[in-house]
Nanobody, 124 residues
Framework: QLQASGGGLVQAGGSLRLSCAAS????????TGWFRQAPGKEREFVAA????????DYADSVKGRFTISRDSAKNTAFLQMNSLKPEDTALYYC???????????????????WGQGTQVTVSS
């Protein structure tokens, strides 16, 4: 089970840190991804990290502003979001999968486990 938290309301240019805590099993060997979905839009990839933390991937729209990381000892992944823009407003989900290949990290249909989502709202 995954639990996403840390969302909120922030002004443009501000920062938020999202957390994705796993419970019930260890996700230390899983790829963890973050996705977001704005009203009326499809779910889109934000970032992903492999189990060791040594490999990451980002959507072009967030590169240089967002950083994904993980603390395997705490079974938790993080998404540090800086320089937030109004277009970052969305419901953010974390996801995990053990067997997903790197070329599929951006595909939300390839993840088996999902958190419930946390709302991020950026005001202009």
């Amino acid at each position: 089970q995954l639990q996403a938290s840390g969302g909120g309301l922030v002004q443009a240019g501000g920062s938020l840190r999202l957390s994705c805590a796993a419970s019930g099993r260890t996700f230390s060997r899983f790829v963890t991804g973050w996705f977001r979905q704005a009203p009326g839009k499809e779910r889109e990839f934000v970032a992903a990290i492999n189990w060791s933390g040594g490999s990451t991937d980002y959507a072009d729209s967030v590169k240089g502003r967002f950083t994904i990381s993980r603390d395997s000892a705490k079974n938790t992944a993080f998404l540090q979001m800086n320089s937030l823009k109004p277009e970052d407003t969305a419901l953010y989900y974390c996801a995990a999968d053990r067997t997903i290949i790197r070329s599929s990290w951006a595909r939300h249909d390839q993840y088996d486990y999902w958190g419930q989502g946390t709302q991020v709202t950026v005001s202009s």
